[in-house]
């Protein structure tokens, strides 16, 4: 790709000034209080899709936070790649414990980074990634070496579900339409270790309350005397692990694939140091289900783990109440052939059931998708391979990810067309945590290394 890297060394100070001003932009789309940012993210991502030389940007508005969809068509003969990715981010919480302000971007070096990462809530997770995309496109409009078609849709929601997406993606089907889906909201094994996510887990959502006493009680006058919604609610959720950390609920294991001896031993040979992992999270041990290891935990096992519990008196000092209701937020995450919406139904049903009759359970679904595993013989992950081979010198490993992007299975159910996860970024790069962050070194690989995935896939889709 002629001038791939001169360019990147030009514009360096650009490209960086350019993220660093979208993450300064607060897009939560969890908390309403800042849906004018959100609004305004997806005017400057408009704005920097015609920048980067697409012909026709649009914002198109659904029932909550709008799509950018921008594209740029060359020739209808050549192949079209869909570039799919979110500018919207997750709260920053717990603020106190980021070491600078979760939307004032700066660039420090770290042990990983060494050439500087950038610090901000979204920096990786997706508004970094999703940009090397925008930039990768510049380039090639710029000098003149775009070789196919490419069409953008960026969304609002992918950190709530994406609610309405569903409904876009289905009632834009010709608009949409196109030989292969790439996304970068993944990550790569080390900097020195390319990797392509060729599987993702399925993801079920759901928050539980737990009602006892119709209000606050004196814990000293009815302490013993009523159900505790707080100690039941805490009872009920350990029951959801046996000794051995498997899931209790009947039939969910029905559908898990079990992967053969082989497929798990060709897994084991990616790079993996579990001391260095246990010192990098500051624990002692690890900790999941008996009979597998760790990456095979994360990947392709499924889990059941609460990511908010509540209810009762929190402030300062102390209240002896005994709180009328308790609350927890849970996510499954799924391997594939597990369906999410039964998986959710089986959960509230089994979690009605160990109810004790002192109080009352409600289980409210919030969102889910299914899991997706890519062929690794596709056209389209060849192009990713030889891609990366080209820019980093090595062959990238094909790895399961534990994340989730519930879109990608609607996106082959719905468009037709696989997805070929490019993801730059590091496990140790603090996603939905405070001090996310995104290395310089990443970014700007990103950059270099997209524009030969269009060359060789255009290449091979022609062969």
């Known amino acids: 790709m002629k001038a791939i890297q001169d360019y990147i060394k030009e514009h360096k100070d650009r490209f960086l000034n350019e993220l660093l001003e979208l993450l300064k932009i607060p897009s939560i789309?969890?908390?309403?209080?800042?849906?004018?940012?959100?609004?305004?993210?997806?005017?400057?991502?408009?704005?920097?899709?015609?920048?980067?030389?697409?012909?026709?940007?649009?914002?198109?508005?659904t029932d909550g936070y709008p799509i950018v969809y921008g594209e740029k068509i060359i020739n209808s003969n050549l192949p079209t790649v869909l570039v799919y990715g979110h500018y919207d981010v997750q709260p920053a919480d717990p603020i106190e414990l980021w070491t600078s302000p979760p939307f004032e971007p700066v660039i420090k070096k770290?042990?990983?980074?060494?050439?500087?990462?950038?610090f901000a809530r979204g920096s990786c997770d997706d508004k970094?990634?999703?940009?090397?995309?925008?930039?990768?496109?510049?380039?090639?409009?710029?000098?003149?070496?775009?070789?196919?078609?490419?069409?953008?849709?960026?969304?609002?929601?992918e950190e709530v579900g994406s609610v309405n997406l569903s409904k876009f993606v289905k009632n834009n089907q010709g608009k949409l339409k196109n030989d292969v889906i790439l996304i970068s909201d993944t990550g790569m094994i080390a900097n020195d270790v390319p990797s392509i996510t060729?599987?993702?887990?399925?993801?079920?959502?759901?928050?539980?309350k737990v009602t006892g006493p119709n209000r606050d009680l004196h814990s000293g006058l009815y302490g013993g005397s009523v159900a505790n919604p707080i100690n039941i609610l805490t009872k009920m959720i350990a029951s959801l692990h046996d000794e051995n950390n498997h899931i209790t609920i009947p039939s969910f294991y029905d559908k898990v694939e079990e992967l053969s001896i082989e497929e798990r031993a060709e897994m084991a040979k990616a790079p993996f140091n579990l001391e260095a992992y246990k010192k990098a999270l500051d624990i002692e041990a690890?900790?999941?289900?008996?009979?597998?290891?760790?990456?095979?935990?994360?990947?392709?096992?499924?889990?059941?783990?609460?990511?908010?519990?509540?209810?009762?008196?929190?402030?300062?000092?102390?209240?002896?109440?005994?709180?009328s209701k308790a609350f927890a937020k849970i996510s499954m995450r799924l391997v594939p052939h597990q369906d999410w919406e039964e998986i959710t139904q089986l959960f509230k049903t089994h979690f009605e059931s160990i109810a004790p009759k002192g109080v009352k359970v409600k289980v409210t679904p919030h969102h889910g998708g299914q899991g997706y595993?890519?062929?690794?013989?596709?056209?389209?992950?060849?192009?990713?391979?030889?891609?990366?081979?080209?820019?980093?010198?090595?062959?990238?490993?094909?790895?399961?990810?534990?994340?989730?992007?519930?879109?990608?299975?609607?996106?082959?159910?719905?468009?037709?067309?696989?997805?070929?996860?490019?993801?730059?970024?590091?496990?140790?790069?603090?996603i939905h945590s405070p001090n996310e962050h995104f290395g310089v070194l990443n970014y700007l690989k990103g950059i270099e290394t997209i524009p030969y995935f269009y060359k060789y896939y255009t290449e091979l889709f022609n062969s």
């Open 29 to 61: 789309s969890a908390d309403s209080a800042y849906k004018n940012d959100v609004l305004k993210t997806a005017e400057a991502v408009k704005t920097s899709l015609e920048n980067a030389g697409c012909d026709a940007v649009e914002i198109c508005e």
């Open 110 to 118: 770290t042990a990983l980074h060494p050439e500087g990462a950038i």
């Open 128 to 157: 970094g990634q999703m940009y090397m995309h925008v930039k990768a496109l510049e380039f090639m409009t710029k000098t003149n070496q775009l070789p196919c078609n490419v069409k953008f849709m960026i969304e609002g929601e």
């Open 198 to 208: 060729t599987g993702l887990r399925g993801l079920s959502y759901v928050e539980v």
């Open 286 to 323: 690890v900790y999941g289900e008996e009979g597998y290891t760790t990456n095979e935990r994360n990947s392709i096992r499924p889990t059941l783990d609460v990511n908010g519990i509540w209810g009762g008196y929190t402030g300062e000092g102390a209240k002896t109440v005994i709180a």
């Open 373 to 430: 595993v890519t062929p690794i013989d596709s056209i389209g992950y060849q192009a990713a391979s030889k891609a990366y081979q080209k820019t980093f010198g090595k062959t990238p490993i094909p790895q399961r990810s534990g994340g989730s992007i519930p879109i990608v299975a609607l996106f082959e159910q719905e468009l037709k067309s696989k997805t070929i996860l490019m993801g730059f970024g590091l496990d140790s790069d603090a």
